[in-house]
């Protein structure tokens, strides 16, 4: 298998320092930069929006995935491609037409990633998995950090793997949420090769080159 990749997820950055975070963890070896945008309608919460991606382009060469925790979000896609986003992740359950904009997306010529929440089967996929690059399986509920993984996502993970090898076996496999060095070897063992993390990164006592180092270490084991 290809070594896994690491996203760290800004969500749980010091936005005052966010620049020297994010350049702290390329420094580290950061493979793509995890943007989480929510709306207050598909999750109760608010988070950040494309004028977050345009200041972070100026100071990072990694990639920038913008995770679109949003309601109708062909409505953002140009925007957040102007700030800079190299690709998106939308969710299955957030669009009414997810082929629509899943074409909108490769129309825009970025890399598009489809999102299933902890309640939805990973069958969902299958007659849209020839058009994207990549799955994110939601380990958590959507909406916030710090939340505890939910081991019953594993199986799912593994489903999930089972189908992208059958019909895509270019596409990854992300998963998101209470990823840190306990969970993330399940995950990888059940077929995950992209990790986002986001508390186990940037809220680490000693700081986020160690947090990367151990989350690395835990998958060595
Ligand atoms: C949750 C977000 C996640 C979040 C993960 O809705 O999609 O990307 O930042 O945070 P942790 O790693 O703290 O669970
Ligand atoms: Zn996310």
Redo the contacts with the bound molecule.
Sequence with gaps: MTAVKLAP?I??ADFARLGEQVAEVERAGADRI?V?VMDGHF?PNLSMGAVVVESLRRVTRLPLEA?L?ILNPDFFLEEFVQAGTDSFLVHWEGTNDLSRTVQHIKGLGKRIGVAINPATPAAVLEEIMPDIDQVLV?T?N??????HFLPTTLPKIARAREMIDRIKPGCSLEV????DATTAPLAVAAGADVL?????IFNDSEGVTAAMQRLRAALQQ
Excluded: E, R
């Design positions: 997820s969500l749980a995890h989480d999750v995770h925790m939601m958590v959507p909406g916030f950090g710090h939340q998101d949420g209470g990823i986002v993390a986001g508390s186990a």
